[in-house]
C-alpha cells in the first residue's frame, strides 16, 4: 500500500508541475505540445496518488513486490521515453540547422559572385 506521505507528496508535485506549466505556456517560454506531455504525466500521477488499487495491481501483474516501486518504475519508463522522444527531436533540428547553414553559404557564395561579375563588368 502506498503511504499517505507519498500520496500528498505525488499530488503536490502533480500540481507544482501543472502550475509550472501553465506559467511557462503564459510567458511563451514552452510551446503546447511540449507541455501537453508533462501536463498528462501529472494527470497520472494524481490518478495514481488517488487510486492506490491501481499501482497495487499492477505491481501485482508485474510481480513487482512493492506497489512504491511500480510507481517508480513507471515514472522511470515515461521519462526514459521522453527524454528517446527529445534526443530524436535533437537530431532531426541539428540536421535541419545543418541544411540551412549549407543553404545559407550557398546563397552567400552565389551572392558574392554576383557582385564580382557585375564589378568586373562595370
Not at 57 to 72: E, M, P, R, V
Not at 111 to 122: F, V, W
Request: glycine share 2%; aromatic share 12%.
Amino acid at each position: 500500500m502506498i503511504s499517505l506521505v507519498f500520496r500528498i507528496a505525488l499530488i503536490v508535485c502533480s500540481i507544482l508541475t501543472t502550475v509550472f506549466m501553465i506559467k511557462k505556456i503564459r510567458n511563451s517560454k514552452l510551446q503546447i505540445e511540449h507541455a501537453i506531455f508533462w501536463l498528462m504525466f501529472a494527470f497520472l500521477l494524481i490518478v495514481i496518488s488517488l487510486f492506490p488499487q491501481l499501482t497495487i495491481w499492477g505491481a501485482k501483474l508485474l510481480g513487482i513486490y512493492s506497489s512504491t516501486n511500480f510507481i517508480f518504475l513507471v515514472i522511470l519508463f515515461i521519462v526514459i521515453i521522453k527524454l528517446f522522444m527529445a534526443t530524436i527531436e535533437i537530431s532531426n533540428l541539428e540536421y535541419r540547422i545543418k541544411e540551412l547553414s549549407q543553404k545559407i553559404a550557398i546563397d552567400e557564395k552565389f551572392e558574392t559572385d554576383s557582385n564580382d561579375k557585375d564589378q568586373k563588368d562595370s
